[in-house]
Every structure is written in C-alpha cells, then in structure tokens.
C-alpha cells in the first residue's frame, strides 16, 4: 500500500500530474520557481506520453486484451483510456474532490462539504432497492435466471458508450473554482483481499480492480479507497499483481462509473430486437422494444458486467451511487473467491444471539431450578483456580472482580438492592452493585440496566445459551447487518395514558385472573401451562409474549381474542407485572 500524503503536499502531487496531463492547474498553488525548474521533466514525460500514446499499464493491458477475446467475434472493442490522472498514492481522491479555497463543490449529480472531520459527499443517488439493476453480458459464465441477460454487441455498445463521458462531466472539483477547469478521466488501482493469510500454510492472495471515472465523480473513488485501499501506480513493477506470482489470486477486475448512460439510450439504438424477433428471456427481462423510443432498463439506473472463466471481470455502472462502487468490488471478490476454490465468499457474517429478559425489580432462582439445575458447589469445584470462593457461599472471578458467581437458590430484590440466599442455616446477603454481572450455576446471568427514555433500573437476566446466527454465501443486501441489530431499535417507548379507570382496570384485573392454559394450537400442549400473569415464575418477557398473537404457537380463537384487546389495556398489563410483588398476593 502507498504512503499517503497531507495537505499541501497533496495539493502539489495534483498539480504535477495535471501539469504532466497538459490540463490546467490549480493556480494559486503553483511556486514560478519550481515551475520552471521542474519544466523540462515535464516536457519529457509529456513526449513519452505522446510516443506511447497506445501503451498500457499491465492490469490495462490484461483488461484490453479479455475485451479483445471477449467481444472480437461481434466488434471491435473500445480502448481503454491511456491518459487519466492516476490516483497513485492515499488521500489524493479526497483531496481531489474539492477546490482548495472552497469548502463546497456541486454539480447536478454530486454535492461535497468540507467538514471539520474530513469531508461530507452527498450524490443525487441513494438507493435502497436492487430491484432489475444487475445486466449481464452473454457469451461467459452462465447467468443466473434473477439477472438480465444483454447480447455481447449491447454490452459492446454500452462500453464504447460509457466512455463518451459529456464534458461537464469530465469536470475535476480540484479546479472547479477556476475559469478554465481541468477536464478529465481518474483511475485508481485496488489490491482486494480474496483469502487471508493463514501463517504457515499459505500467504494471503490478493486479486486487482482498476476504476475509471469521469473527473466529477472522485468522490466515488475516496469513498471506495477508504475501504479497500490504494495499490498505488500500476505502471510500475513492484505494484505489476502478475509479478507477484505467490500473492496475487490470478483475478483482474475493472469498473466505470457511467451515470451519463441512464435515460439517454434507446433499445434500438443499442442493438436491442424488436419484440416480435426477441428470444423468450429477452422479451421477459426487457431486452427488446415495441416502440423505438423505449430507453434502456426504463431510464433506470443499471449495472452491467462481463466475465468468464479466465477470471476477468468488467463491469459498467450507470449511476454514481456509492454503494454500488462498494457493491461491486464485493462482487468481483465474490466471482474470484468462486474462481478460486477452497475460500469462503467474502459475504458471510452473522451474530452470536444471547436472549435477554427483562427480570422487573425481582428474581427468585429457586422458582427457576427446573430449568437451570445446576448447583453452586459443582461450579466452585470445577473452576477452583479461577474463582476465589469466599465463606459466605459465593466467588468473584480473580482476573474480573466484577463478575460474581453466585448460588442456586438466590434472590434478587432491585428495591433492596440485595442478593440473598441460604448458607449454613442462615441467610447470607451481599449488596447489588452497578456494573457487575451475577451468574448462576447455569451461567444464567443477572445485571442491572437503565433502560432508554429515563425509565427505571431493572434486572436484566441473560441466557448462557445462545444461537448462532449465520449467513455463510450471501449478497450485499441479504440481511447479515439486520440479524446483528438489537431488537431494541424496535422498541417504541412512551408513558401509558388511561382512558376510563374503572373500565380499564376491570379489563387489567380480567387478563390477570384468566386462565391461558388453552391458547396453543397443538391439542397436545394444552393444559400443560397454568402459570398465570402475576406468577412468580412467568417473567414480564413472557407476560408480552403471552399477549402478542402467533400463528404458528397459537390458536386462531386465542389470537381473535387477542386482537379485541385494545393496546393500552395490554400496557396497564405490563405496567402491573412490572411492579407486582409476590407480598402482595391478589392486591395488586
């Protein structure tokens, strides 16, 4: 990875490649004295260029020629553009995405703010569905029956097209703020991890993506070298991936941004059949036209790729959505994975899930032993070099005071704030502390918490036994991120307001008295729980689940009954769980 530079040295890099570009500069940063020093290597490099105006980078060169191989029996494919300020070093795209002496730059597509952290890019697209986005160029790997499947000559088109960037496009914000601004083409040179490096057994492999924007949308390439890097300028050997045999996955990938695309071309213009001569999957996906004026994919935007089994990747993206830059180069990690064999897709993740319970002021472990048989003995016994057992009959882990093994048949009582139980004939009571975590025998555990909203403290209780929630092969968009969400952010929190006392509290005092023990849809379950509202042995968790319908759990009489009940009436129910005490008995 490159050395990324700051400030005015970023400014002056730019500088230099615009001036070894032939395009204007940003004026006020240029010393007169080391213009003219540096002037003659300027007007070297720029002959060089002139003389190898056909010459490619390797990674281009290995991208031109999977064109040549691709598309040669159809058309002649365009080139790849040899001229393009090339990105070669960390922070340049940021730096490049806004005029020095402003704080603002906007076009019709993109708007980017300075800010006391770095930068704000705001693009004029911010999608959430994916629905008929994905094209695929036809003649490779086979396509899926979810995708669109383009003609070669289309893709072919739509390529040429893509590279016909209008002028102020072109636009580079670095000199927007100037009366002659430089127009441009960027590119950037990724290196994205396919496989890690397992120590020993083999080096990490990496394959290589080359993007291509129009100058206006370097904030896309900030946003994509923030997450993936900068492999710094492919021109020269020691950053050549084909050179770097032990490392390098055998993948080459490419992307252009080409938001000019998107409701400009008609079907018939591109090479898309009329409907009547269009193929059965053409006419379902849309590649075809009754009318020559149908645009492509509606005016929508798209995303549109060739691949093979060589292991090469070319993708067009018609729009400047940031995600989609992601997006992409999580895909082309995903077809060199494939490819590649023995890797995992880079889109697995997941959550390990303890359920919790909100435990109100209260808990009684006694009344919870048939689900957590396990005694304090045994714990102390098995765990003897990590615990300090103290005399009263419980332990403090050694290397984490705050969390304190305690017995089977504890009480917990927030009001108090006391644990107690039963040792030797009497009754031992330690203080409930902030910040420490009780566990029982079975690795049940306790703590206290403050809910949002400024409500009262409670018992919070964790299960020792959690769920692994996995998604191994997935895309972007299949809800890996949802399953490691809280379920909190689903709450709703707010005061209970009552309507008619009498009424309400007459409804409250009927649910509580009732018996559920008939709710469950298997005939063989029923009768089988008689626990009622207030009993000690039913947690307010329980009492919610308890009054929320469930199809699957539940009887269609019971989940009628259930919806007649209004939604305050249940929160009253709540609200008296919450604070009952057994004491109280039937007084609540």
């Not at 402003?102 to 693009?123: C, E, K, M, T, W």
């Not at 995992?344 to 048989?373: C, Q």
Request: proline share 7%.
């Amino acid at each position: 990875m490159t050395t990324p530079l700051t400030g005015n040295a970023e400014i002056r890099h730019l500088n230099l490649k615009l001036a070894e570009l032939g395009l204007p500069l940003y004026e006020a940063a240029v010393n007169p004295e080391a213009a003219a020093i540096v002037q003659s290597f300027i007007a070297r490099s720029r002959e060089k260029d002139r003389l190898l105006a056909s010459h490619l980078c390797p990674v281009d060169a290995r991208i031109q020629a999977f064109l040549y191989d691709y598309l040669g029996d159809v058309v002649v494919p365009p080139r790849l553009p040899a001229q393009t300020l090339l990105l070669d070093r960390e922070g340049l795209a940021r730096m490049a995405s806004l005029p020095p002496d402003q704080d603002a730059f906007s076009s019709d597509i993109i708007s980017s703010y300075r800010a006391a952290n770095g930068v704000l890019h705001n693009p004029r697209s911010d999608r959430r569905t994916t629905a008929g986005i994905f094209h695929v160029a036809e003649g490779g790997l086979p396509i899926p029956g979810d995708k669109k499947a383009v003609p070669k000559e289309v893709f072919a088109a739509l390529l040429r097209r893509a590279f016909e960037a209008p002028e102020d496009l072109l636009t580079l914000p670095f000199t927007a703020s100037q009366k002659q601004p430089a127009r441009c083409w960027i590119s950037l040179y990724l290196r994205p991890l396919i496989c890690p490096e397992v120590a020993g057994v083999l080096p990490e492999l990496r394959m290589e993506t080359r993007f291509f924007v129009p100058g206006t949308l370097v904030s896309n390439l900030d946003f994509v070298e923030s997450i993936f890097g900068n492999a710094g300028d492919p021109n020269l050997p020691e950053n050549d991936a084909a050179l770097d045999v032990e490392h390098w996955s055998g993948n080459t990938g490419c992307v252009i941004l080409a938001p000019h695309l998107v409701g400009k071309l008609t079907k018939k213009e591109l090479g898309l059949p009329e409907f009547s001569r269009a193929t059965e999957r053409q006419q379902r996906d849309g590649m075809c036209w009754k009318e020559a004026s149908e645009l492509y994919n509606d005016g929508q935007a798209f995303k549109i790729c060739a691949r093979d089994a060589s292991g090469t990747i070319v993708t067009v993206i018609g729009d400047n959505y940031y995600g989609y830059c992601k997006k992409e180069v999580k895909t082309q990690i995903s077809f060199a994975a494939n490819l590649l064999g023995l890797a995992e897709e880079e889109h697995a993740g997941g959550a390990l899930v303890f359920p919790r319970y909100d435990l109100a002021g209260e808990y009684d472990g006694p009344s919870h032993l048939h689900d957590y048989p396990h005694r304090f003995t045994e714990v102390a016994e098995r765990f003897a070099a990590e615990l300090d057992v103290r005399p009263e009959g419980y332990a403090v882990d050694r290397r984490f005071p705050t969390i304190v093994c305690v017995p089977e048949d504890v009480r917990f009582d927030l009001e108090a704030q006391s644990i107690a139980w039963e040792s030797g004939g009497r009754t031992r009571t330690i203080r409930l502390m902030l910040d420490h975590h009780y566990l029982l025998p079975s690795g049940f555990g306790i703590h206290l918490e403050k809910p949002l909203g400024n409500r009262a403290w409670r018992l919070i209780g964790t299960r020792p036994d959690g769920t692994l929630c996995h998604k191994p092969c997935t895309v972007s968009g299949g809800g890996k991120s949802e399953i490691s969400k809280p379920i909190t952010d689903a709450i709703i929190h707010g005061p209970v307001f009552v309507a008619d006392f009498q009424s309400d509290f007459d409804q409250v005092e009927a649910l509580i008295r009732k018996d559920y023990s008939d709710r469950f849809r298997d005939p063989a379950q029923r009768g089988k729980d008689a626990r009622t509202i207030l009993s000690p042995q039913r947690s307010l968790g329980s009492v919610i689940k308890l009054l929320t319908p469930s199809p699957e759990e539940y009887s269609d009489e019971y989940n009628l009954w259930l919806a007649k009940i209004s939604q305050h009436i249940k929160e009253l129910v709540f609200v008296v769980k919450r604070f009952w005490k057994p004491s109280w008995g039937d007084s609540w």
